[in-house]
């Protein structure tokens, strides 16, 4: 039997944690290194692209990142591609070393040495990547709300959504929690800061981020670029930086948003009184965002992590450890699959297994009630 069909980490002993993060360290400086063609002339070299192109990002050119991510952009991608490697990889290491501490320290131990084990295999893109930080952010900002710090805890909140939208998914649940004051510094926040970016680059600017800097087509990895691929035989083709199939039309595009906004409110909604609303509401809020967005990169599924780790140690919770395990290491193999043969029906396999996974953590997000009383408090013992 391969530890595949068995995917838990070792219940005990926390040296465990220890050997997780030399692993992750030895991934990081081996990539950094090696520093693989693929990710020089995709990720790194938008992130050169970015920071060394003149004139007004959005206004001089089309960026595909919300404001702060094009801030950090500006910030450290100013150097040779192997340079901004290294800095990324910094970025993304610390983020994750970060986001295991709070875990660690305001949830449990076994809900860090969860995240650890779900973020390993990651670690085989991620060091190119910066949404590591997003979701140290958003930890950080629902940990200081915990520790009575919600003033500043929304606006941490506020900082990771206009770094990376998705965060915004968790703000119901940030609600539910009565860390209230959070949310709303966190909602006020991010209106007052984005609508100064929308004011000093123009409205045409949060459009670039939500279609990618403009492209036509459906996300070959989305799942509706898997159906389509599957449906028309596709004719796959390179735009805005990644592989597109078919075509999006306007009013397609506002329905998945709809229908996105919709299912994430249900989940909300359905799951309004469980124990820790970060744990298996969040989720399957962040999964729902993910399997339902036009744009569906293996690189997502790193926001998932600490809430699938707190879900993790709520019980009996083989499904989500499972389910995680085996999202995780699609999404490795989708990205060697781009280092290697680059073989489009492999991608589209890849992509249509991670799709099935995210729509199991729906599933079993909100489908088990927690009998334990419903304070956030009890699991950050």
């Given amino acids: 039997m391969s530890s595949l069909d068995n995917p838990s980490p070792p219940k005990q002993g926390y040296g465990d944690e220890g050997l997780l993060i030399a692993f992750m360290a030895i991934l990081w400086v081996g990539l950094v290194a090696w520093h693989p063609r693929a990710a020089l002339v995709d990720d790194v070299a938008r992130i050169v692209e970015i920071a060394t192109a003149g004139g007004k990002p959005y206004v ?17 991608g100013g150097a040779s591609p192997p340079i901004v490697a290294a800095r990324v990889a910094a970025v993304n290491a610390a983020s994750t070393l970060g986001c295991w501490l709070i875990l660690k320290s305001r949830w449990s131990r076994a809900t860090g040495r969860y995240f650890l084990w779900f973020a390993l295999p990651l670690q085989l893109f991620m060091p190119f990547r910066l949404d590591a930080l997003s979701v140290l952010l958003t930890v950080g900002a629902l940990a200081l709300a915990d520790a009575g710090v919600q003033m500043i805890g929304g606006l941490a909140f506020a900082a990771a959504v206009l770094l990376r939208l998705w965060p915004a ?84 595009l506002v329905l998945t948003r709809i229908v996105t906004v919709g299912l994430i409110a249900l989940i909300w909604a359905r799951c309004r009184n469980r124990a820790d609303l970060m744990g298996r509401p969040a989720l399957a809020s962040v999964a729902a965002l993910i399997l339902l967005s036009p744009i569906s990169s293996p690189q997502f599924v790193v926001w998932l992590t600490p809430w699938a780790a707190i879900a993790a140690t709520e019980g009996s919770a083989r499904d989500v450890v499972m389910l995680m395990t085996y999202l995780t290491v699609f999404a490795a193999a989708t990205f060697l699959s781009y280092w290697g043969p680059d073989d489009v029906r492999l991608i589209v396999f890849m992509a249509a297994a991670r799709a099935l996974c995210l729509l199991g953590l729906i599933i079993v997000g909100v489908s088990r009630v927690s009998t334990q009383p419903a304070s956030a408090a009890a699991t950050m013992a």
């Fill in 60 to 76: 001089a050119f089309p960026v595909e990142f919300p404001p702060l991510t094009t801030l950090l952009i500006r910030g450290i």
């Fill in 169 to 252: 998914t968790l703000l119901p649940g940030v609600y539910l929690r009565d860390r209230r004051n959070a949310c709303i510094t966190a909602i006020v926040a991010t209106l007052i800061g984005g609508g100064l970016w929308i004011a000093s680059t123009g409205s045409n600017a949060l459009d670039q981020v939500l279609s990618y800097r403009g492209a036509s087509g459906w996300h070959l990895e989305s799942v509706y670029g898997v159906l389509a691929y599957v449906g028309t035989g596709g004719d796959v083709r390179f735009d805005g930086g990644a592989l597109r199939v078919g075509t999006a039309s306007p009013w397609e």
